[in-house]
């Protein structure tokens, strides 16, 4: 299963990646070790959307807080950059996908990442990621 990613990122044109306790949704606490992961830097922390591709180089599940019933699983990784986009993807041109029974790549990612603006992990479809790849050079 691919992944996608939208947290921020203050380099979009680094190497690597590490991210620490990132929240996960929509099969996101899946991630492992050799996925591949689609970039987005936040718009919230004034990132464009999507910056890059890479695989995850590690993966470490964070433990849970003692004391508190219902908690969003987390994990904390290593992405090491494959590719930068060569286009913009980002809410501004998600936002009229909103048709959220489509069964469009493009809607699935505007329903997982911007109808709840937190930055989290998410796990994608094939199809989703097939998408995704035409934001980069061939």
Same mark, same amino acid.
């Given at each position: 299963?691919?992944?996608a990613i939208?947290?921020?990122?203050?380099?979009?044109?680094?190497?690597?990646?590490?991210?620490?306790?990132?929240?996960?949704?929509?099969?996101?606490?899946?991630i492992?070790?050799?996925?591949?992961?689609?970039?987005?830097?936040?718009?919230?922390?004034?990132?464009?959307?999507?910056?890059?591709?890479?695989t995850?180089?590690?993966? *470490? #599940?964070? $433990?849970?807080?003692? /004391?508190?019933? %219902?908690?969003?699983?987390?994990?904390?990784?290593?992405?090491?950059?494959?590719?930068?986009?060569i286009?913009?993807?980002?809410?501004?041109?998600?936002?009229?996908?909103?048709?959220w029974?489509d069964?469009?790549?493009?809607?699935?990612?505007?329903?997982?990442?911007?109808r709840?603006?937190?930055?989290?992990?998410?796990?994608?479809?094939? *199809? #989703?990621? $097939?998408?995704?790849? /035409?934001?980069? %050079?061939?």
């Amino acid at each position: 299963m691919p992944f996608a990613i939208k947290a921020e990122i203050r380099d979009p044109k680094a190497k690597r990646f590490a991210f620490t306790a990132q929240k996960t949704m929509y099969g996101g606490r899946h991630i492992a070790e050799g996925d591949t992961v689609f970039l987005f830097a936040s718009e919230n922390e004034g990132g464009q959307g999507l910056v890059a591709r890479g695989t995850v180089t590690a993966v *470490e #599940a964070v $433990a849970k807080k003692r /004391g508190i019933a %219902r908690q969003t699983p987390r994990v904390s990784l290593s992405i090491e950059r494959t590719a930068l986009a060569i286009r913009p993807l980002g809410r501004k041109e998600l936002k009229s996908l909103a048709d959220w029974k489509d069964g469009k790549p493009g809607t699935e990612l505007n329903f997982k990442f911007y109808r709840q603006a937190t930055d989290k992990i998410v796990g994608i479809s094939d *199809e #989703a990621a $097939a998408f995704l790849d /035409g934001f980069f %050079r061939r």
